[in-house]
């Protein structure tokens, strides 16, 4: 069983939709749970970080947690056609200025159709 | 501008030449790695390194190798690549538990 799961989609909504996204994950010593978004071509960039359980808001995008579930969640309003791209759910068990490994989903591909 | 890049971007080789994908940061971060990714798979770390002259194993370090000698560069040598080493590249650093990545190297071995 992969630590991290994620449905690789591709997921296609209209323009103007609601996206969730979401990850599954079966090692409890993940802390910090992140979202990174790739473009054709591109290499992946963050989009958010989070670390409690709960919700986390930036802009049109919110983060949540759910540690005692083991369930985070990427949700997307009003989306648009930029916002297609693959998704990757990202988690690391501690944060410090020391290194640590990071698992990464297998991400999920996103189509905003206009 | 703070980045990472990678050389080259596209290579077609054949089974058995040795090659080297270049990385280099301007970012002064300690800590580097690289990855590939494969469909289905998703990111699958190689090898990572902690500082110069520091380097371990990642998940899939067979068939690899790195070196670490001044701390903005972290090459990436395939001694005697094979087909199932076909895949997309990227070279990372990491501050804080946050991945920069580089724009990604498309490898093929025939």
């Known amino acids: 069983q992969k630590e991290v799961e994620q449905d690789p989609g591709p997921l296609s909504v209209p323009e103007g939709a609601i996206v969730s996204l979401n990850c599954t994950y079966s090692n409890s010593a993940f802390q910090y749970f992140m979202w990174y978004r790739q473009y054709s071509r591109k290499g992946p960039e963050l989009l958010m970080y989070t670390y409690s359980s709960g919700n986390k808001e930036d802009g049109r995008f919110t983060a949540q947690v759910d540690k005692s579930s083991k369930y985070i969640s990427l949700f997307i309003r009003d989306s648009q056609p930029s916002d297609s791209a693959t998704y990757l759910c990202?988690?690391?068990?501690?944060?410090?200025?020391?290194?640590?490994?990071?698992?990464f989903g297998t991400g999920t591909k996103l189509q905003v159709i206009p | 501008e703070a980045q990472v890049t990678q050389n080259p971007r596209y290579l077609i080789t054949v089974t058995g030449k040795k090659l080297t994908v270049t990385c280099s940061q301007n970012?002064?971060?300690?800590?580097m790695s690289w990855y590939r990714q494969d469909p289905g798979l998703g990111l699958r770390q190689i090898y990572y390194?902690?500082?110069?002259?520091?380097?371990d194993k990642g998940d899939v370090p067979e068939g690899y190798k790195v070196s670490r000698k001044e701390k903005r560069n972290f090459p990436l040598i395939l001694e005697s690549p094979s087909p199932n080493q076909t895949s997309l590249y990227f070279c990372a650093t990491y501050y804080y538990n946050e991945q920069f990545f580089g724009p990604g190297t498309r490898l093929t071995v025939l």
């Open positions: 970012m002064n971060h300690e800590y």
């Open positions: 390194s902690m500082n110069v002259e520091v380097t």
């Open positions: 990202a988690m690391t068990q501690g944060n410090s200025g020391g290194y640590q490994k990071v698992t």
